[in-house]
T-cell receptor, first 113, second 112 residues
Framework: GNSVTQMEGPVTLSEEAFLTINCTYT??????LFWYVQYPGEGLQLLLK?????DKGSNKGFEATYRKETTSFHLEKGSVQVSDSAVYFC????????????FGKGTSLLVTP | KAGVTQTPRYLIKTRGQQVTLSCSPI?????VSWYQQTPGQGLQFLFE???????NKGNFPGRFSGRQFSNSRSEMNVSTLELGDSALYLC???????????FGQGTRLTVV
């Protein structure tokens, strides 16, 4: 079946540091890949997406590239801010699972001034 | 454009009771999905409704049920509540199953 594996957190970075959150997946079909972000006490916000191999999703300085050969979708940002502190979830969906989103366990990010 | 609205935001119920949660999707979205979020199990898919029909269902007991109305609003019901049902319940709407899903703020259910 489908599955998503994310790096364990928490990740603590200083402001303006480079961020990478690793995400790898297992899927039997051709999934679309997503990153969602959850701020304390809130629901999930769609951060970026990619629907096919080699697509690069980007938003608010965050980027992730769909790598089929390594089954990965790592999230990166060149310079993090305190306001980026949140929990980040990698997710996939495909027709084999009826398009239900399959989430990783989430990576907590804390950015300190 | 208004986002996904879930009501209520917080609920406290007693074991054995039942509860109904409500979700109003983004205007024009026909697909509504429900997810349960707990610290131990993470985010798990409950079910999806499209045009008033359940199209997909996760691995949850029959105590968890839902429905969708003609205006796409959806409700989920949990009967005979157990302590382990305490969770954040998230609703997501999308135009169709494969288009990006947008989430509401969730309903925090506490079972005591």
């Amino acid at each position: 079946g489908n599955s998503v594996t994310q790096m364990e957190g928490p990740v603590t970075l200083s402001e303006e540091a480079f961020l990478t959150i690793n995400c790898t997946y297992t899927a039997t079909g051709y999934p679309s890949l997503f990153w969602y972000v959850q701020y304390p006490g809130e629901g999930l916000q769609l951060l970026l997406k990619a629907t096919k191999a080699d697509d690069k999703g980007s938003n608010k300085g965050f980027e992730a590239t769909y790598r089929k050969e390594t089954t990965s979708f790592h999230l990166e940002k060149g310079s993090v801010q305190v306001s980026d502190s949140a929990v980040y979830f990698c997710a996939l969906r495909d027709s084999n699972s009826g398009y239900a989103l399959n989430f990783g366990k989430g990576t907590s990010l804390l950015v300190t001034p | 454009k208004a986002g996904v609205t879930q009501t209520p935001r917080y609920l406290i119920k007693t074991r054995g009771q039942q509860v109904t949660l409500s979700c109003s999707p983004i205007s024009g979205h026909r697909s509504v999905s429900w997810y349960q979020q707990t610290p131990g199990q993470g985010l798990q898919f409950l079910f999806e409704y499209f045009s008033e029909t359940q199209r997909n269902k996760g691995n949850f007991p029959g105590r968890f049920s839902g429905r969708q109305f003609s205006n796409s609003r959806s409700e989920m019901n949990v009967s005979t509540l157990e302590l382990g049902d305490s969770a954040l319940y998230l609703c997501a709407s999308s135009f169709d199953s494969w288009t990006p899903a947008f989430f509401g703020q969730g309903t925090r259910l506490t079972v005591v």
